[in-house]
């Protein structure tokens, strides 16, 4: 029997945060098990989520689709100023409460690479212009960046349904409007049919507006889940955002289970009286096809030289001679050291890799304008303390010590240049820069300044729910007393790694309770909702740099500190993106050195010469083998601490054998 013509078009995955219940993962598999060969997904005013899905659908062999629910204000002249902030007893959301339920929902399609880079643009500008976290996007804005996109009207918030609660001659007058904008081939009027009340009504006057102006219709799930046993976790999310129990909820809760990724048979079903609804799903599936988010995005490092490979290269070599001869001319290892930056740079050239250097040349350059105002006057602006350094195997490259990122003579310290550099190497070499923390925040500010907010965005990462929080927040919800739920969680951190009721049944005081339906609900939806992002955040310390506009490749929304912009994708999204992450990490340790050169100099008068330490002081090594060693940056873990007391290392070499007993990625690698 073959199967009904019919993909899904609307998907919210649990980057949906506090709406959707499912991770993209579980939505890709259950895809692939009911035979889609296709699907979109369409979280919440971002993409937070689209790069993690179209590789694990790729990967499996299904098209992803990439899109997302846009929150649109209705600006446009002859609509009603205020009803799309209107709720009533039909709808899911109470406006007053629900930051959802504010504006209208609109679902965008991207057809085309530049319908990709126009959604980008969209969902920057929501976000840039509005309130955080409650980003209604003007539509007048969404119609001037149609191209390359298709719209469905969306869910029961959608335009057209909202502007039909006015009035016929009101969504008559926003059909045509959108129509205008959009033209026949990419707009296309949603019906959504989830057996609630009011179903029915609502597609047939749909569909008598689609008819009368010539607009196609799509039938879609409106999907927040991949299973329908997964709506009680929905119920929870909901009430979380809504900060109410479960109880005091249902006003903003979906009326029943059926927001599930449903069979193709069964929405063929629904929607067997507008076939055509079903079959313009297949349609539209087979139009995006054009645009792979996996391999269409067109990232590309920023070149100081204009994309001149060539003039890149020179200039690199010529940074690098120059420093070479002030700081090898005369010296034993001066020929040694020429030979091996030879032998990096024609690695660099085989790799393309002069611009990526020049650019962190670049950004360590802004480090010490940076270094000069914050020091000012004090004794540290004159102890040649680095702005920065870098760690790790770039400390091993000759380039990266003549050009300023490390400040360690890696042909004195016979260092292994291979990890770093080589010719087999398939990405592009990391480097760690570390700074003083003062340092660092300025040094961020200015990176936007220099490449500007639509080149340059920190990358995000996504903070998940952890058991403990989780306990107490899925509790609540329940209405379970709060005492037994601080006590739980505590009980929690030391359980054994089985299922939670099972670890519940194991702890005397509350095996009576675990019988209840409440608290083994509580350990059934705990369990449920392990992984699932909670919002977005700031990486520790990660930058994109990008030479065509940052914005056309990934959304960006303002960090919660001024004068910062967030890239929607993590570390891992941005690695599967092939961008190129600039770390810049702050350390403490570094802080404290500085405060310490300018202690020293109010004792003895002057600053002390940082690059005539002994690294051979006995004194120092008797503190490091008692384990005296906490603050002190590779050393001050437990593991290490442990460790420093049994090996009693008495050199830097002995040092460096104990730090990889313990962290053994560099011997591996």
């Not at 994109?544 to 910062?564: D, H, N, Q, T, Y």
Request: aromatic fraction near 6%; hydrophobic fraction near 40%; proline fraction near 6%.
């Amino acid at each position: 029997v073959s199967t009904p013509p019919y993909i899904e078009l609307h998907c919210h995955s649990g980057f949906s945060f506090l709406d959707g219940a499912s991770h993209p993962e579980e939505l890709v598999f259950r895809a692939l098990e009911l035979g889609y060969p296709a699907m979109a997904l369409t979280d919440h005013n971002g993409l937070y989520g689209s790069m993690e899905f179209a590789q694990t659908a790729r990967a499996e062999g299904l098209q992803p689709i990439t899109g997302a629910e846009v929150t649109v204000a209705l600006d446009i002249p002859g609509i009603p100023k205020g009803l799309d902030g209107l709720g009533s007893g039909d709808l899911h959301s109470n406006p007053k409460s629900d930051p959802l339920a504010r504006g209208c929902h609109m679902t965008l399609l991207t057809e085309t690479p530049n319908g990709y880079a126009n959604l980008c643009r969209l969902l920057r500008d929501a976000h840039l212009q509005s309130e955080r976290g409650r980003p209604p996007l003007p539509l007048s804005s969404l119609l001037a960046h149609t191209e390359g996109l298709i719209a469905l009207t969306g869910c029961r918030r959608g335009p057209l349904l909202v502007a039909l609660e006015d009035s016929v001659a009101t969504a008559e007058l926003l059909a045509q409007r959108l129509r205008s904008a959009f033209g026949f081939r990419q707009l296309f009027i949603e019906l959504q049919d989830n057996q609630e009340k009011g179903d029915g009504y609502r597609n047939r006057s749909l569909g008598r507006l689609a008819d009368r102006f010539g607009i196609p219709v799509v039938a879609t799930g409106n999907v927040h889940y991949h299973r329908s046993e997964r709506h009680r976790l929905q119920d929870i999310l909901v009430s979380i955002r809504n900060q109410t129990t479960l109880n005091g909820s249902h006003v903003h809760r979906r009326s029943n289970a059926h927001f599930y990724l449903a069979p193709p048979e069964e929405m063929a079903n629904r929607f067997r009286g507008r076939p055509d609804a079903l079959f313009h799903t297949l349609e539209i599936a087979e139009r995006c096809a054009a645009f792979d988010l996996t391999r269409d995005l067109g990232y590309e490092f920023p070149d100081f030289e204009g994309g001149d490979r060539g003039r890149a290269m020179e200039t690199l070599t010529a940074i690098c001679l120059a420093n070479l001869d002030k700081r090898y001319s005369g010296l034993k290892l001066e020929e040694k050291a020429r030979e091996r930056l030879h032998q990096e740079l024609a690695l660099v050239d085989l790799h393309s890799l002069a611009g990526f250097f020049l650019v962190y040349r670049d950004i360590m350059e802004l480090a010490r304008e940076v270094a000069i105002k914050i020091r000012g006057t004090a004794p540290r602006a004159h102890a040649g303390l680095p702005p920065g350094r870098g760690r790790g195997s770039s400390v091993s490259s000759i380039i990266c010590y003549l050009i300023g990122l490390s400040h360690v003579d890696p042909v004195k310290r016979n260092l292994f240049p291979g990890r770093f550099l080589n010719e087999a190497m398939q990405s592009v070499p990391d480097i760690d820069l570390d700074f003083p923390r003062e340092i660092r925040e300025e040094l961020i500010l200015r990176v936007f300044q220099r490449y500007g907010n639509e080149h340059a965005g920190l990358v995000c990462t996504f903070p998940t729910y952890r058991l403990k929080s989780t306990l107490r927040e899925i509790g609540k919800t329940l209405d379970l007393p709060m005492g037994d739920l601080e006590k739980l969680s505590k009980l929690a951190e030391h359980r054994s790694g089985g299922g939670l009721l099972e670890e519940f049944q194991r702890l005397p005081e509350f095996q009576e309770k675990a019988k209840s339906p409440l608290w083994k609900a509580l350990c059934e939806l705990t369990d449920d909702i392990k992984g699932l992002p909670r919002h977005i955040s700031q990486h520790v310390g990660g930058m994109i740099i990008s030479s065509r506009p940052l914005v056309e490749i990934v959304p960006l929304e303002p960090a919660a500190r001024e004068g910062r912009v967030l890239c929607q994708w993590d570390k891992d999204s941005c690695n599967d993106a092939g961008f190129i992450k600039i770390d810049f990490l702050a350390l403490g340790m570094l802080s404290l050195v500085e405060e310490a050169v300018d202690l020293i100099s109010e004792r003895d008068g002057q600053a002390p010469d940082l690059s005539r330490i002994n690294f051979d002081d006995q004194a120092v090594y008797e503190r490091i083998c008692k384990g005296d060693t906490i603050g002190i940056f590779q050393v001050e873990s437990r593991a290490q601490i442990q460790m420093l007391r049994r090996v009693q290392p008495r050199n830097l070499e002995d040092l460096v054998v104990q730090v990889a007993i313990v962290r053994p990625g560099p011997i591996v690698g």
